[in-house]
């Protein structure tokens, strides 16, 4: 007779995200929280977090809240759904790179400003994660979408 013990990892079957933004020009107002539409809800990702942990999945870019609380407001900018560019999905157990995203102030309208979205591809994202948690790259590969609709799976090494 023995006994069998099943162990589970503290990020089993969890995701990852390389995800921030920032509002391009030195004196721009710079949001405080990126909001992903999952599957049923909202989920507010603080600004400047670089790498997020989140359920694996399809999202889409939401909104952008520039002001301290998470609720739609006045200080809200929101993302249209039609571009490919704003959808990503979250595979399990991998880290999967989204990039920077650019937003650029672009004119006044009706509703207050108008910004065009731009995806920066850059590596910078991943100095920044991996000054914040440099132990899931030693644990998770990068899942890279390509133009092509398939995942490039890279490994990333901290330097510390």
Known sequence: MGIMLA????YADEAFVLIDVVVLGSDAR????????????????PVGESIIAVKPGKYRLGHFDFQKNKR???GTVHVGTDGKSSKFVATPNAITYFGIIELKQSRWGSSGKKY???LNKSKKIF??????????FSRYPVSVPQVDGSIKKLRIRCDT
Do not use: N, T, Y
């Not at 162990?7 to 503290?10: A, D, E, M």
């Open 7 to 10: 162990c589970k990892s503290l």
């Open 30 to 45: 710079q949001p405080k929280w990126i909001a992903l539409k999952g599957k049923r809800k909202f989920i507010h990702v």
């Open 72 to 74: 739609s407001g006045l």
């Open 116 to 118: 065009k979205l731009g």
């Open 127 to 136: 100095e920044w994660a991996c000054d914040k948690k440099p132990e899931l």
